[in-house]
């Protein structure tokens, strides 16, 4: 099975890149299709590179919008970041990449993840009995079917048994918060998307993890993702309020708890996240100054950003502000 990473052939992941291409917009997708078309058209206008949308349970379909988006755009690369394994056959996943990589090709990167035990159990009913190796069957069988173009597998977790008429090498990322997930990364996906963790965290524990992982397959550290959400503001009291009101409920998700405890912010039984890891984690001022927060973490070594708007007054207006600026990178 072809395990390359298929990150230079899509021109991703290169430092040598401008900043602007490096970075993408991340939203959910909680608006409504017409209102989410709009936003990436505007985002393209803007210059903005990538755009990338989380798929939550009963949201529009992110996949599907993608379709259409690929046909009332030009150039703007598309990403999921994620759409949850657990609900979607693997060969279900690849026949909806294929299409959307003949509408758009080279446009599209697919992120995958296990997503959230309340989500997946008490959502779907599904049962999550060891998520990463459910998570590593899953790959392997999407890798076989869009870069074989061909899988035979009677797996733990799945069975698949189809052939393609050609093999189509959309690149494939996780989702990962703590290490044996980012190492899962290196091993077998060609990126590792994080969400909500801490930029030391992310340098410190998770990059050693993705290193790991890639060497011990002999192929190369495929690119780290970090989510970072932005608040266009300079008065630090009304940024932590604003990311405490948006983002609080990742400090009440077990899986998040316990990213945020190795990442050495242990929280209370409130969920309330700490001053100090909200600076670690949140990219707050003018644009000029977020501009350059930006810039700064792609030097540190981080190879794309996902950068989400956490609203401080005026959403459509910030939202409209913060496309310029990744445009403009």
Not at 14 to 21: D, G, I, L, V, Y
Not at 175 to 201: K, N, Q, V
């Amino acid at each position: 099975m072809q395990q390359e990473s298929t990150v230079s052939a899509h021109g991703q992941g290169n430092a040598n890149q401008p900043a602007r291409e490096r970075v993408g917009l991340a939203l959910f997708g909680r608006a409504g299709v017409p209102h989410l078309l709009e936003r990436l058209r505007q985002a393209e206008q803007a210059g903005v590179r990538q755009f990338w949308m989380t798929q939550l349970p009963t949201s529009p379909d992110t996949l599907t919008l993608f379709a259409a988006a690929l046909v009332q755009t030009e150039r703007i690369r598309l990403g999921t970041a994620i759409v949850p394994t657990y609900p979607r056959h693997p060969l279900v996943m690849a026949q909806q990449a294929y299409t959307l990589e003949e509408l758009g090709p080279g446009r599209l990167r697919l992120g995958v993840g296990t997503s959230h035990r309340h989500s997946i159990e008490g959502v779907y009913g599904f049962s999550m009995v060891e998520p990463l190796e459910q998570l590593r069957e899953y790959v392997s069988i999407l890798r076989a079917a869009l870069w074989d173009g061909a899988v035979d597998v009677q797996g733990r977790f799945y069975t698949a048994h189809a052939s393609f008429p050609q093999p189509v090498r959309v690149p494939i990322l996780i989702s990962a918060l703590r290490s044996r997930a980012f190492r899962l990364a290196g091993e077998l996906a060609d990126g590792a998307i994080s969400w909500m963790c801490p930029h030391p965290y992310l340098l410190e524990k998770a990059r050693p993890a993705l290193v790991e992982g890639a060497t011990s397959r002999g192929r190369p550290v495929p690119p780290l993702l970090a989510h970072v959400p932005v608040v266009l503001g300079r008065d630090w009291n009304a940024v932590l309020e604003a990311a405490r009101k948006h983002l609080g409920l990742y400090g009440r998700a077990p899986f998040y708890r316990n990213m945020f405890a190795d990442a050495g912010y242990p929280l209370g039984s409130d969920g309330l996240l700490p001053e100090e890891l909200v600076r670690n984690l949140v990219v707050w001022g003018d644009e000029a100054t977020v501009a350059a927060r930006l810039r700064q973490l792609l030097a540190q070594g981080f190879d794309e950003l996902l950068v989400m708007l956490v609203p401080l007054f005026d959403e459509r207006r910030e939202l409209g502000q913060l496309m310029e600026l990744l445009g403009t990178l």
